[in-house]
């Protein structure tokens, strides 16, 4: 079992930046993909990013790209997704997930794809 706690959420001014947190612990010497999702209100949780265990496969949403950069600390067990240059349309609780890799074909931007998730931070942008 692998338990994630997000943190680094807030309110921030459009334009601004945060960066958020996922700190795993549990079993955690297990390789694990690391996503991060969102749920804005009345919307759909819908993909962020995704790093590969090693950080060697990186994929964005293209609402993020450019703007976000994810990364991770394996010493650490945590995750990190940075965010700058926030838009309100951004505001959502924001998820942090994760699945032990085992060589199969993985879905990088299906939800259901993660088995580990956090209890969401909110990130809220004010225009």
């Known amino acids: 079992q692998v338990q994630l706690v997000e943190s680094g959420g807030g309110l921030v001014q459009a334009g601004g930046s945060l960066r958020l947190a996922c700190a795993a612990s549990g079993r955690t010497i297990s390789r694990y993909a690391m996503g991060w999702f969102r749920q804005a209100p009345g919307k759909a949780r819908e993909f962020v990013a995704h790093?590969?265990?090693?950080?060697?496969?990186?994929y964005y949403a293209d609402s993020v790209k450019g703007r976000f950069t994810i990364s991770r600390d394996n010493a650490k067990n945590t995750g990190y997704l940075q965010m700058n240059s926030l838009k309100p349309e951004d505001t959502a609780v924001y998820y942090c997930?994760?699945?032990?890799?085992?060589?199969?074909?993985?879905?990088?931007?299906?939800?259901?794809?993660?088995?580990?998730w956090g209890q969401g931070t909110q990130v809220t942008v004010s225009s």
């Open positions: 997930a994760a699945q032990m890799m085992d060589g199969s074909e993985f879905s990088v931007r299906s939800s259901a794809e993660y088995r580990y």
């Open positions: 790093i590969s265990w090693s950080g060697g496969s990186i």
